[in-house]
């Protein structure tokens, strides 16, 4: 019998079990598919020759992570590899704001679109130079980040106080406007707010893209060598050499409660496994709490919080294997590893306001990933492996273009879809689509059959808008990965902080496990030690 079961083998769960290990607990870790990774995977599936990464496939987070960097995962095969730069966003008039590993380079190219907006920049990566240590400590630390918060809020006061915690919140349109003379910095602001499910106009949305846009300008977008799946089979080949076990194709369909706490699991096959002290699990929240648990074990309270639970963005993907370059019209955007694809932030806005009014958008904001440029492994020489995906309403009624998709997704409405997003790379890459070569298309159900935590293709465990974040994060009062259920931890992007590959949620609920056991076995020595004196025992 483990010490702990995980349920998933995503990162997060990968995550909190190497945690486990390195405090000498024995593990197991049960994936329902084939293959561990959840959404860092690759395969071979587009063409045989090249190298497609099957959902996320940059990784600043990664890279900014102090929960991955003390598993020294580069001694276990992990390589990284950075594009020539980190990310551009063309407009069709000819004009293009790039983002650099070099400050003064990502300066020089806000400069040409106004000038005194390369100094705002620097400003701008000031503060970041300032804050990012506790920023950073919040981001990945349980919450409530008690010592990060308190150092932040003197860093802040000495930073501008209330003026830059306004700027933070602000929606990032407006944030650009106060900060950018022109459009190049607005645009590499509002782009990388749109990684996640927040409009240009939705408050905290300029927090979060000046924090994207300061950890490209800082680490970088950069990928595992060799594919996306690289970072799992790392984080797998550390759990092994310490003695942990990982199952896949053992799908886990309810967590064990007896005694009102969760002992164990019984997987699909009719299996039991238990667990000595705890079970992590790396699940979205609304199939944990409504299908692995039961309702019989939570207090109302939940139950009811669970009804208003949101999802971000359902997600369309593309992928392609392309016989040369991407024809950028702009050739400033051939050495990014990510390209953002609205023409100015107007589109941004309307793209935003379609999702908003359940509508298919007709011009969708693309997020286009050349991942050759950015790892030469990935494909023939002279050749490109990309993807794009964007946003779309999980409940469509009806479509802002004039092809009738409808939403079902069925096979006309994936090649419709498919082909809208090829239209808008064409936009800014005149001759885009006679370079394909082959083309895979992962509509919402596609993802979510390959990695069931990204239901109906949502890929950040929930919404990042503010009414679900920290406390709110992923229930009202429900912020640290402890449950309702003695025993059983939230380790997945449901928990605080949320999306992307940082490992932090699933590492969160690794030492809330571990601290609950030591909080327990001192309680339980003191009990023994109270009853040794009543009974006149020597201590």
């Known amino acids: 019998m483990p010490d702990a079961v995980v349920i998933g083998a995503g990162p997060n769960g990968l995550v909190a079990a190497n945690v486990l290990l390195d405090a000498g607990w024995s593990v197991t870790v049960l994936e329902e598919q084939p293959e561990p990774g959840g959404a860092v995977r690759h ?42 730069s980190v990310l551009a966003h063309p407009l069709t008039d000819g004009r293009c704001a790039v983002l650099h590993r070099r400050t003064e380079d990502t ?85 990388n707010a749109l990684h996640a499910d927040l409009a240009p106009e939705s408050a905290g949305s300029g927090g979060f893209g000046w924090l994207m846009s300061m950890l490209g300008q800082t680490y970088g977008f950069p990928v595992p060598v060799g594919g996306s799946g690289e970072l799992t089979a790392a984080l797998v080949r550390r759990i092994r050499s310490r003695g942990g076990e ?45 299908e692995l648990v039961g309702p019989e074990h939570l207090p109302a309270q939940v139950l009811d919080d669970l009804r208003h639970f949101q999802w971000d963005f359902a997600t369309f993907k593309v992928d392609w294997a392309l016989d040369g370059p991407v024809p950028w019209q702009d050739e400033r955007a051939a050495g990014a590893g990510t390209v953002h ?16 009014m359940r509508q298919v958008p007709d011009r969708p904001f693309s997020l286009f990933g050349q991942m050759t440029t950015a790892d030469a492994t990935r494909s023939p020489e002279g050749t490109e492996a990309a993807w794009a995906y964007t946003h779309i309403p999980h409940d469509i009624r009806g479509d802002a273009g004039d092809e009738g998709i409808t939403g079902k997704w069925g096979p006309d409405d994936q090649e419709r879809m498919a082909d809208r997003v090829e239209r808008q790379v064409e936009r800014f890459a005149p001759g885009f689509r006679s370079r394909i070569r082959a083309r895979r298309v992962l509509a919402p159900p596609a993802l979510a059959s390959l990695d069931a935590n990204l239901c109906g293709g949502a890929i950040n465990g929930g919404t990042t808008a503010m009414h679900q974040q920290l406390v709110f994060r992923p229930l009202p009062g429900a912020g640290r990965p402890e449950t309702p259920v003695p025993g059983l931890y939230l380790a997945s992007a449901g928990a605080h902080p949320g999306g992307g590959v940082h490992g932090a949620c699933g590492a969160n ?3 809330a496990v571990l601290r609950g056991h030591r909080v327990r076995g001192l309680a339980g020595a003191q009990r023994l030690l109270a009853r040794r004196d009543r009974t006149g025992r020597r201590r």
């Open 246 to 290: 990982l199952h896949c194709g053992r799908r886990v369909e309810r967590v064990v409660v007896r005694g009102g706490r969760a002992v164990g699991v019984r997987t699909a096959d009719g299996q039991a496994v238990a667990a000595r002290r705890a079970v992590l699990a790396d699940v979205a929240v609304p199939a944990l709490y409504e």
């Open 107 to 191: 300066a020089a190219s806000l400069e040409s679109f106004a000038a005194g907006d390369g100094a705002a920049w620097h400003r701008l990566v000031e503060l970041w130079g300032k804050l990012s240590p506790d920023v950073l400590g919040a981001l990945f630390t349980p919450f409530p980040p008690v010592k990060a918060m308190a150092k932040l809020a003197l860093d802040l006061r000495a930073s501008g106080g209330l003026r830059v915690a306004r700027s933070l919140i602000l929606p990032v349109r407006r944030m650009g406007e106060e900060e950018f003379r022109g459009e190049g910095g607005r645009l590499l602001l509002a782009g």
């Open 43 to 84: 395969d071979r599936g587009v063409d045989p020759e090249f190298v497609s990464d099957m959902f996320s496939s940059f990784y600043p987070l990664a890279a900014a992570s102090p929960v991955l960097s003390a598993l020294r995962l580069e001694e276990h095969g992990l390589r990284w590899s950075h594009a020539p």
């Open 509 to 511: 609920a690794a030492r």
């Open 341 to 356: 694809l609205a023409d100015g932030m107007d589109e941004l806005t309307r793209f935003a306001a379609q999702i908003a």
